[in-house]
């Protein structure tokens, strides 16, 4: 696998399950990203890890709970989510300190019903 | 706060054209400006990337360009073709902290039809 991978890629879930997305970079890079991409706004920044510590949390609710265990690895952890929740969740990757040029994934689905 | 707008929202143009994509941020303290694109449903590719200290960048049919103390970059795509057809998105980062922030604009949607 090269680049940017998420899993699963369409997740279903009611609104009290607990659900995990995953994310895994195979760039080498040093900062992760996870993003909430809903119809007709702009993309929105959810967290930022850089050298697996969590640099940013753009005001996000408490029910969605980021893990990042080591530099290629990021999880999106869900509870107790609401339908307004449905998006698409986009995982990013770029090398601070260079060009922190960034990259996708291709994105998970998620429906809440 | 960084607010980015971009300018047609939406463009449906010929095969054959040259197109010109525009985005505006307003606070020029940036540290690098990002173009990407985006097919329905999937994620975004990066197109270019132009530094704070550079003018402009280009790849192959595109081009763009960047003006900081005006707080304007545009994408020129030249002689378009019906795979250039997606959503085409802007960037800028701040530094935060020793972190790099991205904020994005709507996008622009663009339709090229043969």
């Known amino acids: 696998e090269t680049g940017v991978t998420q899993t699963p890629r369409h997740l279903v879930m009611g609104m009290t399950n607990k659900k995990s997305l995953k994310c895994e970079q195979h760039?080498?890079?040093?900062?992760m990203y996870w993003y909430k991409q809903s119809a007709k706004k702009p993309l929105e920044l959810m967290f930022v890890?850089?050298?697996?510590?969590?640099?940013e949390n753009n005001s996000v609710p408490s029910r969605f709970s980021p893990e990042c265990p080591n530099s290629s690895h990021l999880f999106l952890h869900l509870h107790t989510l609401q339908p307004e929740d449905s998006a698409l969740y986009l995982c990013?990757?770029?090398?601070?300190?260079?060009?922190?040029?960034?990259?996708f994934g291709p994105g998970t689905r998620l429906t809440v019903l | 706060k960084q607010e980015v707008t971009q300018i047609p929202a939406a463009l449906s143009v010929p095969e054959g054209e040259n197109l010109v994509l525009n985005c505006s941020f307003t606070?020029?303290?940036?540290?690098?400006l990002q173009w990407f694109r985006q097919d329905p449903g999937k994620g975004l590719t990066s197109l270019l990337l132009?530094?704070?200290?550079?003018r402009e960048q280009t790849s192959g049919r595109l081009n763009a360009s960047l003006d900081k103390s005006s707080g304007r970059s545009t994408l020129y795509i030249a002689a378009s073709q019906p795979g250039d057809s997606a959503t085409y998105l802007c960037?800028?980062?701040?530094?935060?902290?020793?972190?790099?922030?991205?904020?994005f604009g709507r996008g622009t949607s663009l339709i090229v039809h043969p």
């Open positions: 760039l080498g890079h040093n900062a």
């Open positions: 132009i530094q704070s200290s550079q």
């Open positions: 890890y850089s050298l697996e510590e969590r640099v």
């Open positions: 960037a800028v980062r701040r530094a935060s902290g020793g972190s790099y922030i991205p904020t």
């Open positions: 606070d020029s303290a940036i540290y690098n």
């Open positions: 990013a990757s770029s090398q601070e300190e260079v060009n922190n040029e960034q990259f």
